[in-house]
């Protein structure tokens, strides 16, 4: 499914309150359709989905009051077994990058929910683990000042300078290439939790690797579930789509294990720029 993903990722934005509007059955359809050609990330992991829809649900989801008006959520799980943080990121952004081209409002949810209560209900909490869901819905044309509260407490809509996601790489490689700054850029727009903004990466002739700044005691927020090694799967996904859309072929993704103090290697893909603008 081809869409201006530039496009929708600068006007892509977390809804908190929803109107009552009704989603058309046809676009339920088109995000399943969607989901179950894109469920697999590109590191191996397949996710799995559920629609709730809380006008027939038993089950309480619990927002804790970050989300109100949404009638029907998309939970993802995975398997507790052979899976991979990053994955799990880029395949979910992957379904909300695309709700937001169709202008339908999610927002990422990964710690602030009953996650105990959704997995006993629905789930075989021996062998699944729900990493994060969202509301899916229209945006309510007013913000509640509680929404208004919370993205500026979030300081939602600051992003960290370019030089501060780039290490070990010259400020005059973005400046004398238009596509590797677009590359950036739409890193840069990614959302996370909190907005820690954890991606970090060196750029290396044509390689791209990718690092991690974790937030000392991040961690520890929602026991089991490494919410900011996510966030680095949603930057890759960003990254990867604008590839796509720019029309650069990937060589390969590999672990180069490239070291630096204060940050965790995460992954590092080669592309192919031998034909475009440097």
């Given at each position: 499914?081809?869409?201006?993903?530039?496009?929708?990722?600068?006007?892509?934005?977390?809804?908190?309150?929803?109107?009552?509007?009704?989603?058309?059955?046809?676009?339920?359809?088109?995000?399943?359709?969607?989901?179950?050609?894109?469920?697999?990330?590109?590191?191996?992991?397949?996710?799995?989905?559920?629609?709730?829809?809380?006008?027939?649900?038993?089950?309480?989801?619990?927002?804790?009051?970050?989300?109100?008006?949404?009638?029907?959520?998309?939970?993802?799980?995975?398997?507790?077994?052979?899976?991979?943080?990053?994955?799990?990121?880029?395949?979910?952004?992957?379904?909300?990058?695309?709700?937001?081209?169709?202008?339908?409002?999610?927002?990422?949810?990964?710690?602030?929910?009953?996650?105990?209560?959704?997995?006993?209900?629905?789930?075989?909490?021996?062998?699944?683990?729900?990493?994060?869901?969202?509301?899916?819905?229209?945006?309510?044309?007013?913000?509640?000042l509680r929404e208004k509260v919370i993205r500026g407490f979030a300081k939602a809509e600051n992003r960290i300078p370019t030089?501060?996601?780039?290490?070990?790489?010259?400020?005059?490689?973005?400046?004398?290439?238009?596509?590797?700054?677009?590359?950036?850029?739409?890193?840069?727009?990614?959302?996370?939790?909190?907005?820690?903004?954890?991606?970090?990466?060196?750029?290396?002739?044509?390689?791209?690797?990718?690092?991690?700044?974790?937030?000392?005691g991040y961690s520890k927020i929602v026991p089991g579930i490494d919410l900011q090694k996510i966030d680095m799967g949603i930057?890759?996904?960003?990254?990867?789509?604008?590839?796509?859309?720019?029309?650069?072929?990937?060589?390969?993704?590999?672990?180069?294990?490239?070291?630096?103090?204060?940050?965790?290697?995460?992954?590092?893909?080669?592309?192919?720029?031998?034909?475009?603008?440097?």
């Amino acid at each position: 499914m081809n869409y201006p993903v530039s496009n929708t990722i600068k006007k892509r934005k977390s809804v908190r309150t929803y109107s009552d509007e009704v989603i058309p059955d046809q676009i339920i359809q088109n995000i399943i359709n969607f989901f179950s050609a894109n469920c697999q990330g590109p590191c191996g992991t397949k996710l799995r989905y559920q629609i709730v829809d809380l006008d027939t649900s038993k089950t309480k989801l619990g927002t804790y009051g970050f989300i109100s008006g949404a009638k029907k959520y998309l939970l993802f799980y995975a398997e507790k077994e052979n899976f991979n943080w990053l994955d799990i990121g880029y395949v979910i952004e992957n379904v909300i990058l695309y709700c937001a081209h169709l202008g339908i409002g999610t927002c990422w949810l990964g710690g602030t929910f009953n996650r105990s209560n959704l997995t006993k209900n629905i789930l075989d909490e021996n062998k699944y683990f729900i990493p994060a869901i969202t509301p899916v819905g229209f945006a309510r044309k007013r913000k509640t000042l509680r929404e208004k509260v919370i993205r500026g407490f979030a300081k939602a809509e600051n992003r960290i300078p370019t030089d501060k996601i780039l290490v070990n790489t010259p400020k005059e490689k973005l400046a004398d290439s238009k596509v590797l700054n677009q590359l950036i850029q739409m890193v840069r727009l990614a959302p996370s939790a909190s907005n820690k903004q954890p991606w970090r990466i060196e750029i290396e002739n044509n390689i791209f690797h990718f690092y991690m700044q974790r937030t000392k005691g991040y961690s520890k927020i929602v026991p089991g579930i490494d919410l900011q090694k996510i966030d680095m799967g949603i930057a890759l996904c960003h990254f990867c789509k604008t590839l796509k859309e720019l029309n650069i072929p990937m060589i390969k993704k590999f672990d180069a294990v490239k070291n630096i103090e204060g940050l965790e290697y995460q992954k590092s893909l080669e592309i192919d720029l031998s034909e475009l603008e440097r």
